[in-house]
T-cell receptor, first 112, second 111 residues
Framework: DVKVTQSSRYLVKRTGEKVFLECVQD?????MFWYRQDPGLGLRLIYF???????EKGDIPEGYSVSREKKERFSLILESASTNQTSMYLC???????????FGQGTRLTVV | QKEVEQNSGPLSVPEGAIASLNCTYS??????FFWYRQYSGKSPELIMS????GDKEDGRFTAQLNKASQYVSLLIRDSQPSDSATYLC???????????FGSGTKLNVKP
């Protein structure tokens, strides 16, 4: 079974903090994704990566950056957390382009 | 116009009935189509993928794809209360490494 693991299930951070969300997959997948999910807005793509050290912006990259130093690990960084970044963050991976994505358990981030 | 559109529901069906969930997409060159189930507070779970026109069956689930009409659907036979969840349609665009998700249809299966 594919396993995508996010480092935290719940996080509470203060405004202005630098926040790291970690994601690890164990199936040698090429592609990894970060989404956020908000009520009424659905899943929105923040960034994705199709190879080590490669990344592309999704639909809402502002205020975020990513890092992929190893194939199995994809990190989302909130440079300076703000209250409007309070959300459910979902990491996903897929073996290659146009194949199904598998999601981690999600991180519910609250910025106060 | 959104790339992927779903009726938000809620869709209510009695236990044992067939639930029909629909999704339309805007990009004609889309190549891959997926249905996910998401329980409240949980992450999306893949139910089915479909790549070719026609029907694909897996247990109580059938996905139907019509590329000419840019339409994909999910049928759930013998619906159970445990099927109550939000169902997300996702579309993979040709030659892109990303998916577009619909906003989901909430399904309630009443005992």
């Amino acid at each position: 079974d594919v396993k995508v693991t996010q480092s935290s299930r719940y996080l509470v951070k203060r405004t202005g903090e630098k926040v790291f969300l970690e994601c690890v997959q164990d199936m040698d997948h090429e592609n990894m994704f970060w989404y956020r999910q908000d009520p009424g807005l659905g899943l929105r793509l923040i960034y994705f990566s199709y190879d080590v050290k490669m990344k592309e912006k999704g639909d809402i990259p502002e205020g975020y950056s990513v890092s992929r130093e190893k194939k199995e690990r994809f990190s989302l960084i909130l440079e300076s957390a703000s209250t409007n970044q309070t959300s459910m963050y979902l990491c996903a991976s897929s073996v290659r382009r146009n194949t199904e994505a598998f999601f981690g358990q999600g991180t519910r981030l609250t910025v106060v | 116009q959104k790339e992927v559109e779903q009726n938000s529901g809620p869709l209510s069906v009695p236990e044992g009935a067939i639930a029909s969930l629909n999704c339309t997409y805007s990009d004609r060159v889309s190549q891959s189509f997926f249905w996910y189930r998401q329980y409240s507070g949980k992450s999306p779970e893949l139910i089915m993928s479909i790549y070719s026109n026609g029907d694909k069956e897996d247990g109580r689930f059938t996905a139907q794809l019509n590329k000419a009409s840019q339409y994909v659907s999910l049928l759930i036979r013998d619906s159970q209360p445990s099927d109550s969840a939000t169902y997300l349609c996702a579309v993979g665009m040709y030659n892109f490494n990303k998916f577009y998700f619909g906003s989901g249809t909430k399904l309630n299966v009443k005992p």
